[in-house]
């Protein structure tokens, strides 16, 4: 489990072909302190293993399932990351709950900088309609508050903090990111949704009503 609070920028060092998949090289920098083989770290929001760690650089091994579905495979040696270690039982909560399972991708379709960036991102449909306005969002592993929903695509502020201390200053139009939605929101669409089994899936007023929620 994590927050959505990157707590370092690091390096991939090497990407190698492995069984299956692929296995990456990653310097961890301040992060390696306590860590063992086994541990979780989110890697731009993606939750990996500790598989081998030798000098500061952690080995993780990437499933194809993993590759398809987030934008890991996109990435070569001297690519930045957003890092998280998971998060302790004790800890502060300061983002929101993460779980490193990414939904899939959006892509950027315009950015607007100034003293507060707006980011506009365009996404699967079924990725929107789980979203609520002023809700949180997983950005390539950073807690960001949603601004803006239209039918297909999603807009989040960036503040200088956000900026400087994770990779999303280095945005651009067309390049994809790793979205994982609020799990709590993904909790009660499902719910609801098997309540209103039968209904093709789809949530209306009119179906609600007709359940006793309206």
Avoid at 75 to 92: F, G, K, M, Q, T
Wanted: charged share 20%; proline share 2%.
């Amino acid at each position: 489990m994590f927050t959505g609070i990157i707590r370092h920028v690091g390096c991939v060092k090497a990407v190698a072909a492995s069984p299956g998949g692929r296995r990456l090289s990653i310097d961890l920098g301040p992060l390696v302190e306590s860590l063992t083989v086994g541990d979780s770290v989110a890697v731009n929001g993606a939750c990996l293993t500790v598989a081998d760690l030798a000098n500061g650089v952690a080995q993780f091994d990437v499933v194809a399932e993993t590759l398809d579905r987030t934008t890991l495979g996109q990435l070569s040696p001297r690519s930045a990351v957003n890092l998280e270690r998971a998060i302790a039982a004790d800890d502060r909560l300061n983002g929101h709950i993460v779980q490193g399972h990414v939904d899939g991708t959006a892509e950027v379709k315009n950015i607007h900088r100034g003293d507060r960036w707006e980011v506009t991102f365009q996404a699967d449909r079924q990725l929107v309609d789980m979203m609520i306005p002023k809700g949180s969002v997983a950005i390539d592993g950073v807690s960001l508050t949603l601004a803006d929903l239209a039918k297909n695509t999603f807009t989040v502020s960036l503040i200088p903090t956000t900026l400087a201390e994770t990779t999303l200053a280095d945005l651009t139009v067309g390049r994809r990111v790793n979205v994982e939605i609020d799990v709590l929101g993904k909790y009660v669409q499902r719910f609801l949704r098997q309540m209103l089994n039968g209904h093709n899936g789809s949530l209306t007023l009119d179906k609600l009503r007709d359940a006793g929620f309206c």
